[in-house]
């Protein structure tokens, strides 16, 4: 009588599944191009017949499905292209409905890795002791080299009560930090008028759904004190919501376009201004770090002669990224489409020039790009 094994007949079974997926998938991907890569196919599949049975340890079909995927995408040499595990997919659809607990930072990718741009006042980052210009190394298990900003916020948000880990590299020393995610509620804009001037100052720090909101109020709260002209700052300022930034443009960009959303899939998408502007003078601060929808903005208020750019360029990512759902509670978040200005430039990677150049500093005890956008101002509003 023959020894029958049905655990080894089930894994056999798993194996088969995943090589006859992935030749599937193979085949419906490459298409036409199948008759010239076969080998590459073949290559493939020899290689999960090897590791099924020469490798010195066992491995679950499932581990190795998540890792072609993973391969997939990382061949794509995007970094805004992102197999989402479960974990940080969920993560992210918290974020959506707006169900997290956040650290109380604004971080920014400097140098390959995650930097601490601003630390908001009364947050677990604030009493933890975590600084503007710290490193963040790894969150959590996750090397934070090289990660994408979209995945990198959402592994720091996650429930109020649960904890994360960030380790720090601040100027070469090492420091580990535990904190305690908590509701975090900050403005996303700031505005004044700037002392002794009739100039009005507005801040933006990133684009969300109270943005629109909270820069009525500022604009309003700010024309009520008769100032003459506006100084919008959007140094800083990593991106956020494309519809946010869009609301926000209205405010100064004359009838038009503001941005084009070009795909290379599907028809093409324009978001335009009615022209009801506040008709005042606008000067623009963006430096390196202003991104994304920031760069919409910056980039439709210099193609319009909106307003004067002052500053540094900005970090050009012109990208747009679409994320969908996987059968396992996994996601992709995947690169679908480019951002062009209202005279169709592309900025990815080239980002937006300022009118007035003005470099970066180091050493922020003076801040010489807001002086040079006060006295623009200034000569703007003398007549």
Do not use: C
């Amino acid at each position: 009588m023959g020894f029958y094994n049905t655990e080894a007949k089930s894994l056999g079974a798993r194996w088969f599944t995943v090589l006859a997926v992935i030749a599937i998938v193979l085949v419906v991907t490459v298409g036409g191009l199948l008759v010239t890569n076969y080998q590459h196919i073949g290559n493939l599949i020899k290689v999960i017949s090897l590791v099924r049975t020469q490798y010195l340890y066992p491995v679950e079909p499932a581990q190795l499905v998540d890792g072609a995927i993973k391969g997939i995408v990382n061949s794509l040499n995007d970094p805004y292209s992102v197999y989402l595990e479960p974990k940080t997919f969920s993560q992210l659809r918290d974020q959506i409905k707006g169900s997290f607990g956040g650290l109380g930072i604004l971080v920014g990718v400097k140098d390959e890795y995650l930097t601490v741009m601003r630390v908001y006042e009364g947050t677990p980052a604030a009493r933890e002791g975590i600084d503007e210009g710290d490193v963040i190394t790894r969150i959590d298990e996750h090397d934070a080299r090289d990660i994408d900003l979209d995945t990198a916020v959402n592994l720091m948000r996650g429930k109020v009560g649960t904890e994360v880990k960030l380790t720090i590299d601040r100027q070469g020393e090492i420091k580990e930090f535990t904190l305690v995610r908590e509701e975090i509620s900050v403005p996303t804009v700031e505005g004044q008028r700037i002392p002794g001037t009739d100039i009005g100052y507005v801040s933006i720090s990133h684009f969300t759904e109270r943005t629109v909101e909270e820069m009525n109020k500022t604009l309003a709260r700010l024309q009520n004190e008769s100032i003459k002209g506006l100084i919008l700052d959007l140094r800083d300022n990593p991106g956020g919501e494309l519809t946010a930034a869009v609301s926000v443009a209205k405010n100064f960009i004359p009838k038009g376009p503001i941005v084009y959303i070009d795909y290379r899939f599907g028809r093409d998408q324009e978001f335009t201004s009615e022209g009801h502007t506040l008709q005042l003078p606008l000067v623009v601060l963006i430096n390196e770090r202003s991104a994304s929808a920031a760069e919409i903005l910056a980039g439709a208020v210099k193609d319009t002669g909106a307003g004067i750019l002052v500053g540094a360029k900005t970090f050009g990512k012109g990208i747009v990224q679409t994320v969908f759902p996987l059968d396992n509670g996994a996601g992709l978040k995947l690169t679908t489409a480019r951002y062009l200005t209202p005279k169709r430039n592309d900025i990815h990677q080239i980002g937006v020039e300022p009118d007035i150049p003005v470099e970066s500093q180091v050493d922020r005890s003076r801040d010489r790009q807001l002086e040079q956008a006060i006295e623009v101002m200034k000569q703007k509003t003398a007549g």
